[in-house]
């Protein structure tokens, strides 16, 4: 089963941009769809954005589309979540999650691996 490790989170202000990674590790990387969800303090984890196995396709919460995009480097092993024109509602726990049987992970139910999570606070 692939394990994974984000990265990237911090502290930033209100506009500004970070880019969070989430590395795989296991040969089958490219065989997972993949996804990143935000847990707000307080508040249950969301779906944010989601990508499948070959990249080809992608898809966001209404709340991120044309801030955030989604990426992956299976040559790599790797996920990425670019965060452009950041705001203090985004502040959250970011996690990665990993998915063999779905064509896009789009709810946090009975997925097959999740990341630590990584803190990214925005700041007014």
């Known amino acids: 089963q692939v394990q994974l490790v984000e990265s990237g989170g911090g502290l930033v202000q209100a506009g500004g941009s970070l880019r969070l990674s989430c590395a795989a590790s296991g040969r089958t990387f490219s065989s997972y769809a993949m996804g990143w969800f935000g847990q707000a303090p307080g508040k249950e984890r969301e779906f944010v954005t989601a990508i499948s196995r070959n990249g080809g396709n992608t898809y966001y919460a209404d709340s991120v589309k044309g801030r955030f995009t989604i990426s992956r480097d299976n040559a790599k092993n790797a996920v990425y979540l670019q965060m452009n024109s950041l705001k203090p509602e985004d502040t959250a726990v970011y996690y990665c999650?990993?998915?063999?049987?779905?064509?896009?992970?789009?709810?946090?139910?009975?997925?097959?691996?999740w990341g630590q999570g990584t803190l990214v606070t925005v700041s007014s």
């Open positions: 999650a990993a998915d063999r049987t779905r064509t896009l992970i789009l709810d946090r139910n009975f997925l097959d691996a």
